[in-house]
């Protein structure tokens, strides 16, 4: 008994090891994925997702919002996440929140925060110290962990109307196509930058 047992165990550990190496990409929780789209940046990506009709770097949609759609500090499904400039985004960063998981945790759908890749369900949660989402941290799939750095944030532009993840998720790959062929319709913003 103890010799099959011994024979089964480099049978299992060669099961564990092809299980690593597989091609499909999964990072985050709840299995989310990241795809290439080279040249994709984030503000046209979440502008033809959710619907917000607002052109420009992403830090400069939240003012760009006032009067013209609900800002919230709260997260909603099909809201834009807003990340102000820093040294790190000097163009900000718009993400589609895609599940509200709890009133500090989120997850996303987003372009480029990973240069040219878009990237879904990736978790964003608040460290704010009055949970009102104005400092983040975000998901990093090249390490399949949640980031270190804090990213200064303004909140939510909310979506034009309801949605949910299923439409989310089933629209994102579309939403990049586009995104890609409006960019070269228009001239890029300087989101081409990390995280932009």
């Not at 994709?40 to 992403?58: H, K, N, V």
């Amino acid at each position: 008994m103890a010799w099959r047992t011994f024979s089964l165990v480099p049978l299992l550990l060669a099961g564990l090891l092809s299980a690593c190496a597989s091609s499909r990409s999964v990072t985050g929780p709840n299995v989310a994925a990241t795809s290439r789209h080279p040249g994709i940046t984030c503000a046209p990506f979440a502008r033809a997702l959710s619907g917000i009709e607002i052109y420009g770097d992403a830090a400069d949609w939240w003012d760009a919002a006032a009067g013209r759609y609900e800002r919230s500090s709260q997260p909603e499904i099909g809201a834009v996440l807003i990340l102000r400039r820093s040294s790190r985004l000097n163009a900000g960063h718009a993400a589609v929140v895609s599940r509200v998981l709890g009133p500090r945790q989120v997850h996303v759908i987003q372009a480029n925060w990973v240069p040219d890749e878009l990237a879904e369900d990736q978790l964003a949660i608040d460290v704010s110290p009055r949970n009102d989402w104005s400092a983040v941290r975000m998901w990093w799939p090249p390490t399949n962990t949640l980031g270190i750095r804090v990213y200064p944030a303004y909140g939510f532009i909310l979506p034009p109307g309801p949605t949910t993840h299923d439409a989310l998720r089933r629209n994102a790959r579309p939403a990049a196509r586009l995104a890609l062929q409006a960019r070269y319709l228009r001239t890029p913003s300087r989101a081409r930058s990390y995280g932009g």
